[in-house]
C-alpha cells in the first residue's frame, strides 16, 4: 500500500528556491510512477510534474518547465520536486501522488490515473 508523505514547503521570496519531498512509507514505491501537482487558492489542482517509476522519462507543465525538476530515489522510497526562480504564481498547496498502475511505460500527467495522493506542503512565493 502506498503512503505518501509530503515535506520541504516554506515561504521564499520570488527568483528563490525550494526542494519537496515525498516519501512512500509502504514497499512498493519503485513499481509506480510519481507526480506532483499544486493547487492555488481559488483554482482548481493542476498538473506540476511527473515521472516514470524507473525515472527514465519525465514529464512537466508549461509554466514550470525550465524551472522545476522532478526526480526520485527508489532506493529511498523518494521523489522529489526541485523548485527553482520560483514565482508569486507558484503559491500553492503542493501534493505528491502514485500512479493507479505499475510499471507504467512512460510519465502519465493525468490527475485520473493516480490512485494514492499526500496531504499536501504548502508552498508560499512572496513578492
Known amino acids: 500500500q502506498v503512503q505518501l508523505v509530503e515535506s520541504g514547503g516554506g515561504l521564499v521570496q520570488a527568483g528563490g528556491s525550494l526542494r519537496l519531498s515525498c516519501a512512500d512509507s509502504?514497499?512498493?514505491?519503485?513499481?509506480?510512477?510519481m507526480g506532483w501537482f499544486r493547487q492555488a487558492p481559488g483554482k482548481e489542482r493542476e498538473f506540476v510534474a511527473a515521472?516514470?517509476?524507473?525515472?527514465?522519462?519525465?514529464d512537466y507543465a508549461d509554466s514550470v518547465k525550465g524551472r522545476f525538476t522532478i526526480s526520485r530515489d527508489n532506493a529511498k522510497n523518494t521523489v522529489y520536486l526541485q523548485m527553482n526562480s520560483l514565482l508569486p504564481e507558484d503559491t500553492a498547496l503542493y501534493y505528491c501522488?502514485?500512479?493507479?498502475?505499475?510499471?507504467?511505460?512512460?510519465?502519465?500527467?493525468?490527475?485520473?490515473?493516480?490512485?494514492?495522493w499526500g496531504q499536501g506542503t504548502r508552498v508560499t512565493v512572496s513578492s
Open positions: 509502504g514497499r512498493t514505491f519503485s513499481r509506480y510512477g
Open positions: 501522488a502514485a500512479d493507479r498502475e505499475t510499471w507504467r511505460v512512460g510519465a502519465t500527467t493525468r490527475a485520473a490515473d493516480f490512485g494514492s
Open positions: 515521472i516514470s517509476w524507473s525515472g527514465g522519462s519525465t
